[in-house]
């Protein structure tokens, strides 16, 4: 169980502030007190969690039998780890979605039988997948942690003798349904953080833009050509400009260049054939309205694919508002308006302003607006002009 300590900050209902009921525990047992700063930028408030680590949940042990469970602010659980359980009543991961509205998240495991799965590229997985659904994808990326056994991180180390604990583990994200194998193609992702309990149950812990199939496994598949950069940039109201440089191109045959409106479901729109070069482009001519995502798909002659980062530029509805580049290190740019007086404010995830200027359309579109001086993480932007007022959010890295 677990409170905030004051309920002005995080819109959670006030009868989960702020009090821990105690009355379940036994007299002379100790109770353990855990203290959690937010790593936001600015926040300066912390949670209370009250926990024994005598009791446990198990390990989900169903096979693709889904539970399910509400995640958003009316829930009062969107700014807390949420355990996620399969019928069985085990755990399957916990996710901290910053306060974001998932929806209804379902979540169910698939166990392997038999020996040690591997793929063409010599990549050997564990036993155990997660198969984690959303009604509504987040838009900025969120935390997970996946719980696995014992024995099934004991077959993939003995298996691979690369991973030598928890620390090491990937994952791969595809849009596989619950109980398939592992196929080619999908988005790979480091983990920040792993721990193991006392009953020898392990978890490791990664923060993914969406959800759906996560394959836990050791090494990577590495991209056939080393891209220094990859930048996504509106030229005007229509245009999306694509840029990524690169060095030591090995068996590349071509660039494919995706693009989503949900950060899930992909579709190509443009081919560029690698030439050695060390600057390649494209435009996309046709963005959608809202937030548009990008990666490359590299493909090598041996049909491996591999893909990039994700960059994003967003579009609004009104007056096709853009914001770009999306992740931004230091500078910020808006394009899209033209108005005389702009007021621009920058809040970060729990909804405190951290940033307000005045400025023009051009200023803006041209010079920037300097985020250097922000902590990592998700933030939203206002623009409010004589046309009306416009909400985006970006990422700082």
Excluded at 25 to 36: D, M
Aim: net charge negative; with cysteine.
């Amino acid at each position: 169980m677990s409170c905030d300590e004051d309920g002005s900050d995080y819109p959670t209902p006030s009868d989960y502030l702020p009090s821990l009921s105690l009355s379940a525990q036994t007299p002379g047992n100790p109770i353990y007190l855990r203290v959690r700063k937010s790593t936001s930028s600015s926040q300066n408030k912390f949670s209370i969690g009250v926990s024994d680590p005598t009791v446990l949940i198990p390990i989900a042990t169903g096979e693709c039998l889904p539970s399910s469970v509400t995640i958003s602010p009316a829930s009062g659980n969107a700014f807390r780890f949420v355990p996620l359980l399969d019928a069985s009543g085990g755990i399957v991961a916990e996710v901290y979605p910053y306060g974001q509205d998932l929806g209804v998240v379902s979540s169910s495991v698939h166990h392997n039988v038999g020996a040690v799965r591997t793929d063409g590229n010599g990549i050997k997985y564990m036993d155990v997948d997660h198969k984690i659904s959303v009604t509504i994808q987040p838009t900025v990326a969120v935390d997970i942690a996946l719980y696995v056994s014992a024995s099934d991180l004991s077959l993939l180390m003995a298996a691979d003798p690369a991973v030598t604990g928890i620390g090491d583990i990937k994952t791969t994200k595809t849009d596989n349904a619950c109980g398939s194998n592992p196929s080619t193609g999908g988005t790979l992702l480091s983990n920040y953080a792993s721990f193991t309990r006392t009953d020898g149950v392990a978890a490791v812990a990664f923060s993914p833009a969406s959800f759906s199939n996560f394959y836990l496994h050791g090494g990577l598949t590495p991209l056939p050509v080393n891209i220094l950069s990859f930048d996504a940039k509106a030229l005007n109201n229509k245009t999306v400009q694509l840029t990524w440089n690169v060095a030591a191109e090995v068996d590349v045959k071509e660039y494919i260049v995706e693009r989503s409106n949900d950060n899930r479901n992909w579709s190509a729109i443009g081919t560029v054939k690698a030439s050695q070069k060390s600057t390649y482009g494209f435009n996309d001519n046709s963005p959608v309205s809202g937030v548009n995502y990008y990666r490359l798909a590299v493909k090598d002659v041996n049909a491996s694919v591999a893909y990039s980062d994700i960059r994003t530029v967003n579009f609004s509805g009104k007056g096709n508002m853009a914001l770009y580049p999306n992740p931004a290190n230091n500078t910020l740019y808006v394009s899209g308006t033209d108005d005389k007086n702009v007021v621009v404010s920058i809040y970060n995830e729990v909804g405190q302003i951290v940033n307000t200027l005045s400025s023009n359309g051009e200023t803006i579109r041209t010079g920037g607006i300097d985020v250097s001086q922000l902590l990592p993480g998700a933030y939203s932007i206002q623009v409010k002009g004589e046309s009306g007022l416009t909400t985006m959010r970006f990422v700082k890295q």
